[in-house]
């Protein structure tokens, strides 16, 4: 069965197929959820930078500027974490985790990542909500690996 949606007399093909819509296996919808949410964290970060950077007129590296080196720090901290957290998270939702964890694995990786931004600190390097973000996140990652390897335990050992 075809769904046609139009608007006026043009009509419009759905976004996504209706055979592939939510309660298919092959779907990751809590995965793409967390993933445009941490992709809207990842742009203001590097707005920060490139609002810093203009407001300075410094292209790369530094200059004498204390607070830019912070915010690249955030931005990169970011870029480096979230991107296999999320891959994680996929594996996982596709290799059928219940939608309860992912959505508490998800929202738990987007409050830590939002508490190491606001912890990271130029002067003080062991600060508490840098180190609860830290730990939030790989907390995160490891429960998606435990769960995957112990679902690859269970596949290998029928």
């Known amino acids: 069965m075809r769904h046609h949606v139009s608007i006026g007399s043009l009509p419009v093909r759905p976004l996504a ?10 779907t990751a919808h809590i995965t ?3 993933a445009c949410l941490l992709t809207i964290g990842a742009i203001v970060l590097t707005n920060m930078v ?3 950077r203009g407001k300075l007129n410094i292209s790369i590296l530094y200059g004498d500027d204390d607070m830019l080196p912070v915010l690249v720090r955030r931005h990169g901290n970011f870029v480096e974490n979230v991107p296999l957290a999320l ?6 939702e596709l290799g059928g985790m219940a939608g309860v964890y992912l959505h508490a694995m998800g929202i738990v990786l987007i409050v830590s990542r939002l508490l190491h931004a606001i912890g990271l600190s130029a002067t003080q390097t062991s600060a508490p909500l840098r180190i609860a973000g830290g730990v939030g996140t790989q907390l995160v990652m490891l429960s998606a690996v435990i769960f995957l ?3 690859q335990f269970l596949i290998f050992s029928n």
Not at 17 to 26: E, I, K, V
Not at 87 to 92: C, F
């Open 50 to 52: 490139s609002a810093r």
């Open 149 to 151: 390897l112990f679902q």
């Open 32 to 34: 793409a959820l967390y």
């Open 17 to 26: 197929s209706p055979r592939y819509s939510r309660g298919n296996d092959m």
């Open 87 to 92: 891959l994680l998270l996929l594996l996982s």
